[in-house]
């Protein structure tokens, strides 16, 4: 679906070369037979991910490394691929610099 809906985009001259998709989910989940919940009682639950692509995302494909992100990371993230700096009355995590290029 997500590869579709990304094709459909590239095929648009409005959005093509233009459009980033940012994808995660608002909280993981537990693994193994716990994958269907999540909270404080389901292992793995506090493990999430994200995903960019986009024509400011370098082509890496799935990184595996020993960094660590946040969700408190995403919403900076986000606005800076829209050119902005996301401020707020709570702390929040740096933007993930290995999904931008600048």
Same mark, same amino acid.
């Given at each position: 679906?997500?590869?579709?809906?990304?094709?459909? !985009?590239?095929?648009? =001259?409005?959005?093509?070369?233009?459009?980033?998709?940012?994808?995660?989910?608002? %909280?993981?989940?537990?693994? +193994?037979?716990?994958?269907?919940? %999540?909270?404080?009682?389901?292992?793995?639950?506090?493990?999430?991910?994200?995903?960019? #692509?986009?024509?400011?995302? =370098?082509?890496?494909?799935? #990184?595996?490394?020993?960094?660590? #992100?946040?969700?408190?990371?995403?919403?900076?993230? !986000?606005? %800076?691929?829209?050119?902005?700096?996301?401020?707020?009355? %709570?702390? #929040? +995590?740096?933007?993930?610099?290995?999904?931008?290029?600048?």
């Amino acid at each position: 679906m997500i590869g579709n809906l990304w094709n459909m !985009m590239q095929q648009d =001259p409005y959005y093509k070369g233009k459009t980033t998709f940012v994808i995660c989910p608002d %909280h993981g989940r537990g693994s +193994g037979r716990e994958w269907t919940s %999540h909270g404080s009682s389901a292992a793995g639950s506090g493990n999430t991910w994200l995903a960019v #692509i986009g024509p400011d995302t =370098p082509a890496t494909g799935e #990184i595996k490394t020993g960094t660590q #992100i946040y969700q408190d990371q995403f919403a900076q993230t !986000m606005a %800076h691929l829209l050119g902005f700096e996301f401020k707020a009355e %709570h702390p #929040i +995590g740096e933007r993930v610099l290995s999904v931008t290029q600048k």
